[in-house]
Structure formats: C-alpha cells, structure tokens
C-alpha cells in the first residue's frame, strides 16, 4: 500500500454537496461519468489525498442502493496500491472477501477492487491502482 488515495462519499446530488465543500475552500480538481459503474464522481484535492463524491446515475447502481439503504455519507476508503492483481491476490489467499474476481475501470482510468466489509472490520476497502 502506497497511501490513501480517496475517501469515497455518496451523495445524490452533486451539485448540491459539492456547495458545501467549495464553502470550506476546496476547488474541484475535475468530474466524470464512470459508466461500468453506474457512477458521476467530483474530486476534490485535500492535501496529498483527495474527496471523491459519486452520484449515482442509474436506481440500480450500488451508490443508489447504499444510498436508499443507509443515506448519503461516507462509503469508502481507497488505498492506492503498486499492482492490483498482487494485492487481490494475497488477500484472497489470506481467505478475505473480494466483490470482484477480478479488478474493474474505476475513474481517471485505474483499476479497482473493493474488498467486502465483513472482512476489514465494517469498511468498505477499495484497492486503487492508478492508469500508468
């Protein structure tokens, strides 16, 4: 693990939550949509890490159902790793629960894999290796 690279917050709007964190002084570094993941998602930079709002852009995408189940709020912490299928790897020997077999297109183009709640205490993990 290299450090943390986001905090991911669900949200259902944007533009709407994104007021609240340009009053505290944070500027938007960029948005985009991810289609495989349902997803509309704004960066914020917060010293060497980043705020990773994501709207959901469909009723059957996961932030939609976190949303309808639990609210808005935190959803997860994304730890940036060298080499995605390494990490997996090793968790899945260890018997931890990955949602994935293997890692999916997140934003800015990196690959992905969330490691199930049940295996790290309540947290929803996201292992993050960034496009090169």
């Known amino acids: 693990m290299k450090?943390?690279?986001?905090?991911?917050?669900?949200?259902?709007?944007l533009e709407e939550r994104l007021a609240?964190?340009?009053?505290?002084?944070?500027?938007?570094?960029?948005?985009?949509?991810?289609?495989e993941q349902k997803v509309r998602v704004a960066f914020l930079p917060v010293e060497g890490t980043r705020?990773?709002?994501l709207?959901?852009?469909?009723?059957d995408s996961p932030i939609a159902r976190f949303i309808a189940k639990r609210g808005e709020g935190l959803h997860h912490i994304a730890l940036?790793?060298?080499?995605?299928?390494?990490?997996?790897?090793?968790?899945?020997?260890?018997?931890?629960q990955l949602l994935s077999e293997q890692p999916v297109k997140?934003?800015?183009?990196?690959l992905v894999c969330f490691v199930h709640p049940r295996s790290t205490g309540g947290v929803l993990l996201e292992l993050c290796q960034p496009a090169e």
């Open 51 to 53: 705020l990773e709002l």
């Open 55 to 59: 709207e959901p852009t469909a009723e």
């Open 20 to 35: 609240f964190y340009r009053a505290l002084g944070l500027v938007q570094e960029g948005s985009e949509e991810v289609p």
């Open 80 to 96: 940036r790793v060298e080499d995605i299928h390494a990490a997996m790897a090793a968790l899945a020997r260890e018997g931890f």
């Open 106 to 110: 997140g934003a800015h183009g990196s």
């Open 3 to 13: 450090k943390i690279d986001h905090i991911g917050v669900a949200v259902s709007s």
